[in-house]
């Protein structure tokens, strides 16, 4: 399969699967079910560009990007899965969605959902570019481009484990988690979240001409920074935030960075 098909093919597996996603929130009341979808579907279009696409490159590369992108899949859909299903509650940033967009709701989260999946679409030419660099495999920017998708894995988990042993403390009910990676900055998982699509460009960027397809994997690293710290992870998170813990969160924002793990500054 052709590079050209096998991207075609990814970005429709991805589209279907947010299709999909949409009929599973309409039937339980829960769009939080769409970030389960997305991050499955990132990885089955990554998998398919990583091994489906014939190239020159060596085979093991193929693999090391597949799995990468694959294990990023998994750890991170079943991570939201667990948490979706046993919600009390719509997570917050779709429970606004559903408010602000009143009757509307349905039919413009299923486009929202479809620009997901284009924005998916730059994620899976990120896999690609790495999967299919020429050149020996287990080069020395193989190994730290897994290494470095190693330590976001180990941050994030951690940083959700953090949150998580905060919130089920009853006694800090109503409180801001500032405690661990979480007093270093207000949103480590995703600061980690990014840090992992950073490990793709470290593989595929060449320096030879011949492999010019290589800077497509700085696609994946900048449009996950603009989501995530521009568009559908801080701002709405931090607006939340906001209403529930109003001064208490203001306070965390003056001396806690909002995404690069820092020390706190002093008030």
């Given at each position: 399969m052709t590079?050209?098909?096998?991207?075609i093919l990814a970005s429709l597996a991805v589209s279907v699967m947010m299709m999909i996603a949409w009929a599973v929130q309409k039937a339980t009341h829960q769009a939080g079910w769409a970030d389960v979808f997305w991050s499955?579907?990132?990885?089955?279009?990554?998998?398919?560009?990583a091994l489906m696409t014939v190239s020159d490159a060596p085979i093991k590369r193929s693999w090391l990007a597949g799995a990468m992108v694959g294990f990023w899949s998994l750890r991170l859909g079943f991570h939201i899965l667990a948490r979706t299903a046993t919600a009390t509650y719509e997570d917050p940033r779709y429970a606004d969605l559903r408010r602000e967009w009143g009757d509307k709701f349905q039919a413009r989260l299923f486009g929202f959902l479809q620009i997901q999946a284009l924005c998916g679409i730059g994620l899976v030419a990120t896999v690609y570019a790495a999967a299919h660099r020429p050149g020996p495999a287990f080069a020395i920017t193989d190994c730290l481009g897994l290494g470095l998708l190693i330590v976001s894995v180990i941050g994030e988990t951690l940083a959700d484990r953090q949150l998580r042993?905060?919130?089920?403390?009853?006694?800090?009910?109503?409180?801001?988690?500032?405690?661990?990676?979480?007093s270093w900055s207000r949103h480590p998982n995703y600061f980690f979240e990014w840090l992992g699509w950073v490990a793709y460009p470290v593989i595929a960027i060449s320096f030879h001409p011949y492999w010019w397809q290589g800077w497509l994997s700085l696609i994946g690293p900048l449009l996950m920074y603009w989501?995530?710290?521009?568009?559908?992870?801080?701002p709405p998170l931090e607006i939340h935030m906001l209403k529930s813990r109003g001064d208490a969160f203001k306070a965390y924002m003056a001396r806690t960075s909002a995404f690069i793990p820092l020390p706190p500054r002093k008030n």
């Open positions: 590079a050209i098909s096998s991207i499955f579907a990132i990885g089955i279009g990554g998998l398919i560009v042993a905060f919130t089920l403390d009853k006694a800090n009910h109503g409180k801001v988690c500032d405690k661990g990676l979480w989501l995530l710290v521009h568009v559908s992870g801080i």
